[in-house]
């Protein structure tokens, strides 16, 4: 069996990406790269990139391709130097085709490959109970798990949870139309070349986690996932 190093996971918003990649990256030792966790790091921090990708990020567009390319290209460099094998779970990235196709033009040139991408599928009706109320952590963004009891502060860093802005009713309904539009054919783009599974998403965050660990077993000894 061979060992998977750059997987991708992929989905519509509230999917589940964030919380599976989370512990994919762990469990392979690898990067968990969420390009919108970097986004929102560089708003809190007010950085010139963070001020360029706030007003795309409130009102639930995308952040022009360009800047989402430079930041992860900087990113993959930083974390993986020349010589050193890049291991990574990438969540919220590509979301484009164009993103998509750099990615692999990116790889190439380190003389690697992406090998899988895992496409969460959930039913629209269950994003929208997902996403509605969801709180998220403003200081590190783990998101608050469903099935805990309510509370104010985060178990990992102690941050206030809160509505993310872009969580909002209207928002929501704007990224999804957007993920549609410009992530769906992303998914395409994968399918067509034999990359790409599907999981079921629904169900709590062990099930699909066993879901996907099967999916990752599958694919690294060749067989369907
Ligand atoms: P996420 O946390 O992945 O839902 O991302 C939050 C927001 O960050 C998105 O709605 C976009 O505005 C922006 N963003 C994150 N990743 C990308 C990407 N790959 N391309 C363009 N915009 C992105």
Do not use: W
Not at 22 to 30: S, T
Not at 39 to 68: H, Q
Not at 145 to 161: I, M, N, Q, Y
Not at 188 to 201: F, Q, T
């Amino acid at each position: 069996m061979r060992e998977l190093s750059r997987l991708i996971l992929i989905g519509p918003p509230g999917a589940g990406k964030g919380t599976q990649a989370q512990r994919l990256a762990a469990e392979l030792d690898g990067l968990h790269l969420s390009t919108g966790d970097l986004f929102r790091a560089n708003v809190r921090n007010e950085t010139p990139l963070g001020l360029k990708a706030k007003g795309y990020m409130d009102r639930g567009e995308l952040v022009p391709d360009d800047v989402v390319l430079a930041m992860v290209e900087d990113k993959l460099a930083a974390t993986f130097p020349p010589g050193r094998t890049a291991r990574f779970v990438l969540d919220g990235f590509p979301r484009t085709v164009v993103q998509a196709e750099a990615l692999d033009q990116m790889l190439m040139r380190r003389g690697e490959l992406l090998e899988q991408v895992f496409l969460l599928d959930v039913p629209r009706a269950e994003l929208m109970r997902r996403l509605a109320g969801r709180l998220t952590c403003s200081a590190c963004g783990k998101v608050a798990p469903a099935s805990d009891p309510v509370r104010t502060h985060c178990p990992a860093c102690g941050g206030l949870f809160a509505v993310r802005p872009d969580d909002r009713p209207e928002t929501v309904t704007r990224r999804l139309e957007v993920y549609e539009a410009q992530t769906a054919p992303v998914v395409d783009y994968y399918r067509k070349d034999g990359r790409l599974a599907v999981i079921d998403g629904m169900g709590d965050v062990a099930d699909v986690a066993q879901r996907l660990a099967a999916g990752v077993g599958a694919a690294a000894s060749g067989g369907p996932a």
